[in-house]
């Protein structure tokens, strides 16, 4: 076999493509409970979701309201990281303020 053979058969296919695809993204949702204040919603909402005090008041009337509010929409480790901050902050502050995780659909 010539030299030139050889390095024509060690070429990569080029044709091979890749695509990329988004990451999925998860809502953080916030509970209602008896015990948690208003107040506390809202300094939680503000300090670990990076929301001004319209919107923190607006998603925390909806925990309220309706039982649940969505906090935010990340990718799953950062959602993962939200809740366990605001388990952490929540046990701290002896309040049973419970978040979760939920695909975003």
Known sequence: MAK??????DKPDIT???SLQEPP????????DDYTTMDFVVMILQSVFHK?????????????????GIAGVYTREIGETKVALVHRIAKRNEYP?????EPDS
Not at 25 to 32: A, F, I, K, Q, S
């Open 52 to 68: 001004n005090i319209e919107e923190a008041t607006q998603i925390m009337l909806n925990v309220h309201h309706q039982g649940r």
């Open 97 to 101: 303020l419970r978040c979760s995780l």
């Open 25 to 32: 993204y998860y809502r953080v949702v916030l509970h209602n």
């Open 16 to 18: 091979e493509k890749t």
């Open 4 to 9: 030139e053979d050889t390095l024509i058969q």
